[in-house]
């Protein structure tokens, strides 16, 4: 059955990021036959793409790495408690190369189309290199932030200087030296590229939009004895992560911020702000994501702290968040950035006093004033979650596309298989805890349901599973009742598909923790896949 041209395998795999590479380890030791198609140049996903300076994981290293190898565990060393994206690239370059799996990455490779035949029941898969591929599974592992969003901004094609975006960054170094350097964007890609770039270049003007909340990192390097204390107990560790909401472990909160008084208030909160942890503001208090009076005691926390951090009154009061309550957006962790609005040669503008008109040849002009520039630095996001998958034109089995299919919002099973796309998984894709949890965690706990689901149709000469079009609109509204029990849906942010002109808007991540998506994917699966229709039989053909 194998069309003409085509090569045949068992799976194939979009991505060899994080995702990608699990998910490759994990069908090869089931015997299976797979390709995995990597569009950059090498592997790493985001950690390839995202090289700009200061690109750092906002979770902790030891945390946010792999857990299926205890031999791993103990033998990959961290040197810093938040790592840099070199270092994650170095880890994950050791991992492909322990386990040998390179051999089935085919790198430089787009995955263009993917059309699904209902009586070989099999995946035609195209690239952007010619060769095509015939499959039984296919796994989009193509990231949750990765294809980087159109700025949208008049004449930015203009610019006669330098142009770059945090998330395609050049391998070769990139000179600030003497430089006028913009950067547009303060999500946590511009937080984190701005104290950098301010270090080398002769001047730096921050284009911000919307300002961001930004908590310490207080990054550091591991010492030898904490990072031999963890690994002590690396396996109970791994096992709390996998069992803990969010992929990290804690102790979670039982009062409500609004039933303590402000003298304990505030020591619950500086002592999170001084703990360097994204989330340890989430966590004082169970009611910070869901009522808007406890929110908004965070929210004047950290503006407090802003304030107190930056010299010019009038900047502060620019750099803090009041749009938005705190976290609806996802916080960014600071190392340097509001320290580095008090050096002379940094400069922030306010698009909201003053917007953008348009990008010139010479710079930047507001309404206000043109920027003389040499370099402008993109930190503009990304189509986040269901942007990857989109991008590839994917038609089913009833012959409807994907991006028909998802014209007002995702829709799937569990956020992991869309009805009428028999035997095509998303790793990290929309409507799963994904984004709002330890992605390393999240990952492979789908990676695993995945594996697990395709070996019990192998292991039964089954040949399709497909969600049922009443499990997934189930599953649509439960995530949308539970985001809306959240302060997350009044923000306009990537979460909610905002910040892409004509996305729908629609909350596009599961709000009720690893923990539970987990128990519910487990559930399904050991009630015989429900929720999902598996049929035929293998073994006749
Ligand atoms: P984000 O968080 O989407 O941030 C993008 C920033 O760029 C944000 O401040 C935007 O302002 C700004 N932006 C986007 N388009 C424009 C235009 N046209 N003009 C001016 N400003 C603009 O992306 P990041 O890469 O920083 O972070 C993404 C995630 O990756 C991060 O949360 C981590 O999880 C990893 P806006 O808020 O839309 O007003």
Known sequence: TTAAGADRVDAVVVG???????????????GLRVAVFEAGEDIGGTWYWNRYPGARCDVESMSYSYSFSPELDQEWEWSERYASQP????YIHHVADRFGLRGDVTLRTRVTSAAYDGTTHTWRVSTDTGRTVTTRFLVLA???????????????NSFTGEVLHTARWPSEEVSFTGKRVAVIGTGCSGVQAVPVIAERAAALTVFQRTPAYALPAHNRPLLGAETAELKARYPQFRQAQRLSRGGTVFEPPTGSALAADEAERTAAYEAAWGSGLLSGLLRTYTDILTDEKANATVAEFVRSKI???????????ALSPRTFPFATKRPCLDTGYYAA???PHVMLVDLRATPIETITPRGILTTEEEHALDTIVFATGF??????????????????????K????????????SAGFP???TVLGPLSPSVLSNIAVSLEQQVEWITDCIAHLIGRGLTEIDATPEAEEAWGAHVAELADRTLYPTAESWYMGSNVPGKPKVFLAYTGGLDRYRAVCDAAARNGYSGFVLSGDARER
């Open 307 to 317: 304030r107190s951090i930056i010299d010019d009154a009038e900047t502060a009061e």
């Open 383 to 404: 189509d986040a979650l269901t942007g990857s998958q989109l991008a590839i034109d994917i038609v089913g089995s009833a012959g409807v596309s994907l991006r028909e």
């Open 16 to 30: 060899a990021g994080l995702s990608g590479l699990y998910q490759l380890y994990r069908l090869r030791a089931l």
């Open 142 to 156: 193509s990231g949750c932030m990765s294809a980087p969003k159109d700025p949208g901004i008049p004449g930015q």
């Open 341 to 343: 609005y008090n050096l």
């Open 423 to 425: 035997n095509l998984f």
């Open 406 to 417: 998802w014209a007002d919002g995702p829709r799937n099973h569990l956020g992991l298989m």
């Open 87 to 90: 270092e994650i690239l170095r």
